[in-house]
């Protein structure tokens, strides 16, 4: 029979062994072992049916259609085949491989969801072969969504990938949801990317297709690393870290997207052209972010047509040089334009809703040229700390004062007057210029009804 004392000591024993083993669970949620999802518990795969012997039993060439149902992954397809379903199929992967391993030329997967959890730096969907086409898929991903690997000449269309890891997980702690290497002339449209590391990740690739994609919550909505000859276009962007991020890049058509809210970090901007030549940036929207546009070590690109509104920095250039912005639309940013070291671009027909100019024969064009002063850039360059004064009286009047190196200024030496002047503004800048403009005039009647109000009563009481 135990004693008293010895009967504490078990019991102290067996506390401590119960918090090591509570120690143990938490510390292995925290490195992002499978007890980090907690889906693993609901979605076991003991009761779902293994996809894999079901295509290994389907032909080169035929159509599998799944019926209803759970059905376990990861598989692999090496030979020509459809896979479809509709929302009622789910394949389920929980291993540390790609749920779905494409190595064949000319598959199709359509139509069902594709749940991916697991941790492992693996994908969703796999594609190692060409002339792949995935549409309608809906995919959920605790590591990357579609990844191409020296696969060309495929489509990827009208899918939905999410993030399924850990609400707490970091941007670096999360896979892509599209990430193509080496991978050409492939078409990305319709898709739907949310809360993943970034959207779209293009690296090493050629003659791209990037067409109206919806990118929310992520780091770089769109991502584009050494590529050439391809367009990105009609996307739209919000509360990213950065809408596209363009990086190495010539030969490129950035057309029509719109890129808005990328504002709570405090390196958020619009878009970023990095080190791109020889390529064209036009008719797009950057509205409310930190810095709407910004070109920094790019030459030779045309940027024309956007509508840069609302941002903190509307355009910002850093080293960047013999770049033609033409007939842009720079409203309502807190600082419309910064440039340092950017000599020898040519600036002409852009609208500087802050500018007051000059217009003596009357072709809506000013004769006085607009220069964006370098001397915030410069002084904020040299220590951050500055920011804080930012439109205080003393900094203004030190700007206003500095004009060293004026003729080297970037400048427009054309200005428009106003937008009406621009006959070839984008549709999209119009819209979100006319729908301003509406919000102004309606908040004007309002307030003028208000003050008949206040007099008519005032005038009752008397």
């Given amino acids: ?81 459809s896979i479809r379903g509709d929302s009622s199929v789910t394949v389920l992967n929980t291993r540390a491989e790609s749920a ?19 941790n492992e730096s693996t994908a969703a969907i796999q594609v190692e072969g060409n002339r792949a086409e995935i549409t309608g898929l809906d995919i959920q991903s605790a590591s990357f969504g579609i990844m191409l690997r020296g696969s060309s000449d495929g489509l990827i269309q009208n899918n939905t990938i999410s993030w399924a890891g850990p609400e707490s997980a970091s941007s670096s702690q ?25 959207g779209i990740y293009l690296e090493n690739s050629r003659d791209l297709t990037v067409k109206g994609n919806t990118l929310l919550y992520t780091r770089y909505g769109i991502h584009c690393m050494y590529i050439d000859g391809s367009s990105v276009v009609d996307n739209m962007g919000e509360n990213n870290s950065t809408g596209a991020m363009v990086m190495g890049v010539k030969n490129t058509v950035v057309s029509g997207n719109s890129f808005r809210k990328q504002s709570e970090n405090v390196h958020s901007q619009g878009i970023l052209l990095y080190d791109v030549h020889q390529s064209t940036i036009r008719n797009n929207v950057v509205e409310g972010n930190r810095v709407g546009m910004n070109i920094a070590e790019s030459s030779g690109n045309e940027i024309r047509g956007n509508a840069v ?33 950017s000599p020898h671009n040519e600036m002409k027909e852009n609208y500087w809703d802050s500018f007051q100019g000059l217009d003596l024969n009357n072709d809506g064009i000013s004769e006085l040229s607009y220069a964006i002063n370098p001397f915030y850039e410069q002084v ?18 030190m700007s206003n004062l500095f004009t060293e190196g004026k ?12 937008m009406e002047a621009e006959s070839q503004t984008t549709k999209t800048g119009t819209q979100v210029v006319k729908e301003t403009s509406g919000v102004w005039i309606i908040g004007c009647i309002l307030l003028g009804m208000a003050t008949l109000i ?7 009481r008397k």
């Fill in 174 to 198: 999360k896979g892509n949801g599209i990430d193509l290497y080496n991978s050409h002339r492939n078409s990305i449209v319709d898709n739907e990317i949310t809360s993943m590391r970034d």
């Fill in 309 to 341: 509104l609302r941002n903190f920095i509307g355009i910002q250039l850093v080293l960047a040089e013999d770049n033609q912005f033409t007939k842009n639309q720079f409203i309502s940013n807190v600082i419309e334009a910064s440039s340092m070291d």
């Fill in 100 to 118: 779905i391993t494409i190595r064949s030329a000319g598959v199709t997967l359509q139509g069902f969801t594709v749940q991916h959890f697991t």
């Fill in 1 to 81: 029979m135990m004693s008293r004392k010895q009967r504490r000591r078990s019991s102290a024993h067996h506390d401590f062994k119960k918090w090591i083993v509570f120690g143990m669970l938490i510390l292995m949620g925290i490195l992002g072992s499978p007890l980090s999802f907690p889906m693993y518990a609901a979605s076991g795969t003991q009761d779902a049916t293994p996809l894999q012997p079901i295509i290994d039993g389907t032909k080169s060439g035929e159509v599998l259609v799944l019926e209803p149902g759970l059905y376990s992954g990861p598989v692999r397809i090496d030979k020509p085949m």
């Fill in 454 to 460: 206040m007099i008519n009563m005032g005038v009752l």
């Fill in 380 to 397: 904020v360059n040299r220590n951050s700390a500055y920011q804080l004064f930012f439109q205080s009286p003393g900094m203004i009047f």
């Fill in 407 to 418: 003729a080297e200024w970037t400048s427009d030496r054309s200005p428009l007057m106003s």
